[in-house]
């Protein structure tokens, strides 16, 4: 357990300075003991109190690297139960599953495939999870090996036999991947092998309290980096389990479960996959093994992800500016829109499919979308005219048109005036631009 604010605060040099940005001592201490504060923001504090802060000061949940050099995946470290209050902070890795019965080379090059690009993103699954499903410590390895020699992704190298991942390990030691799992019959072996080596180790119990109890062990043995599987495998179960292992950590501070976890999806039909993915993804799963390799199914999944975390205090933004589309010309329309990423990319999708070059100016709202920004007087009339002249606009195209979107009509008349350039009210939704571009510009 942590230590609650009072007794942080005794430790703390009682001057009320504000240097580590807090009015008082005290409200330094209540939100360092909340997890929302850091020991290092405070200069004056001594080190016979940084020693017994340490544990008050360590992040709630530790934070597990898989990996090594450029290629690391981060899964832990979070201080939230709900995005909403501040942000989640290692979006959760997705790992997809090759059996050491499958083929395995043919298999990595589908894995390799999963890449894909949205709203100016690039979406990607990170880790390949070999499974010794043959019970064949040989064959293990020699699947390991195959999947190092075809890919740079991480690995989780899945066997409850400890000589099994001790025999395959050398083949990627270098790259430090997740050894799954220490259970209560071969934690200690485990460990030696994961200490050994230096990789994370998953902990899997059959529920909550022998967890509990196998992690204590682990960690008298001298060793955290690890990540934990309550063993529940129905949905339900498996999101209470998480939620329960989340808020101990985070709200409860108690340490024996602040570790990153680990879920597996279990259903056969693939939209049941997808629908059990989402949801493990959503709730607390740092570490999600999956079966399908399926693009249409990955996709809104990785999208998800990327949605929830995403700092909701932060809206995503594109570089305001002018944009060209395809080989722009002189003669080209002229779109603006704001540079709230998800509208820019909406809007940048179908001026191309119009496949007529155009330009479009995103206008910079601070990242907010088109009627949110009207609504702050971040989309205005002065703000578009001002663009379309710092911006050079009108030494890129001979004509003097530009196309506002519908939902902000009513500033028609405003821009004309402070632009001199003629308005034409745009649809009020990106779908419609195809059609408004093929009977204004074709
Ligand atoms: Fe107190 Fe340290 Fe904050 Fe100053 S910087 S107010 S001494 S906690």
């Not at 589908?110 to 499903?133: C, H, K, P, S």
């Not at 060793?223 to 409860?252: E, F």
């Not at 799963?285 to 995403?310: A, G, Q, Y």
Request: proline share 4%; aromatic share 6%; hydrophobic share 40%.
């Amino acid at each position: 357990m942590g230590l609650t604010g009072l007794e942080i605060f005794k430790h703390l040099p009682k001057t009320n300075c504000k240097k580590c940005g807090f009015p008082t001592c005290l409200a330094f201490a209540m939100a360092l003991a909340n997890g929302k504060a850091s020991l290092e923001a405070c200069p004056d504090v001594s080190d016979a109190a940084k020693e017994a802060l340490s544990s008050a000061s360590a992040p709630p949940i530790r934070l597990v690297k898989v990996g090594a050099g450029d290629n690391v995946v981060e899964m832990g470290d979070e201080t939230e139960i709900f995005r909403h209050d501040k942000k989640f902070n290692h979006p959760t890795a997705v790992a997809i599953t090759v059996n050491d019965t499958d083929d395995v080379a043919a298999k990595l090059d589908t894995i390799n495939d999963l890449n894909f690009e949205r709203v100016g993103q690039q979406y990607t699954v990170e880790m390949v999870a070999l499974v010794n499903a043959s019970g064949d410590a040989a064959k293990l390895k020699a699947a390991v090996e195959a999947a190092a020699a075809k890919t740079d992704k991480n690995f989780v190298l899945i066997s409850e036999d400890a000589a099994a991942i001790e025999g395959a390990l050398p083949a990627v030691a270098d790259r430090k991947p997740l050894i799954y799992a220490a259970n209560k019959d071969n934690y200690e072996k485990m460990t030696e092998v994961a200490k050994g080596s230096g990789c994370a180790l998953a902990v899997k119990a059959d529920n909550l309290n022998e967890l509990a109890e196998l992690v204590d062990k682990i960690v008298a043995l001298g060793y955290k980096d690890l990540v934990l599987d309550p063993g529940s495998r129905d949905t339900s179960k498996v999101i209470a389990d998480m939620t329960q292992i989340r808020r101990q950590a985070v709200r409860k501070k108690f340490r024996t479960f602040g570790y990153p976890t680990i879920a597996f999806t279990n259903k056969d039909d693939e939209q049941e996959e997808l629908l059990q993915a989402t949801a493990l993804l959503s709730k607390f799963t740092s570490v999600l093994v999956m079966k399908t390799v399926k693009k249409e199914l990955l996709l809104p999944l990785l999208s998800w992800r990327s949605n929830l975390f995403t700092d909701p205090q932060k809206p995503v933004a594109v570089e305001p500016g002018l944009h060209a589309i395809g080989d722009a010309s002189e003669n080209s329309p002229v779109y603006c829109t704001t540079n709230f990423s998800l509208t820019y990319y909406l809007v940048e999708g179908e001026v191309d499919a119009t496949r007529i070059p155009s330009y479009i100016i995103s206008v910079d709202t601070g990242g907010i979308s088109v009627l949110t920004g009207y609504a702050d007087n971040k989309f205005t009339a002065e703000k578009i005219a001002k663009a379309i002249k710092d911006l050079g606009v009108e030494d890129k195209v001979k004509h003097r048109k530009i196309v506002i979107p519908g939902a902000v009509a009513v500033l028609k008349g405003k821009l004309e005036d402070e632009s001199g350039w003629e308005v034409l009210v745009g649809p009020r939704e990106s779908s419609g631009i195809q059609k408004f571009a093929k009977s204004q510009f074709a």
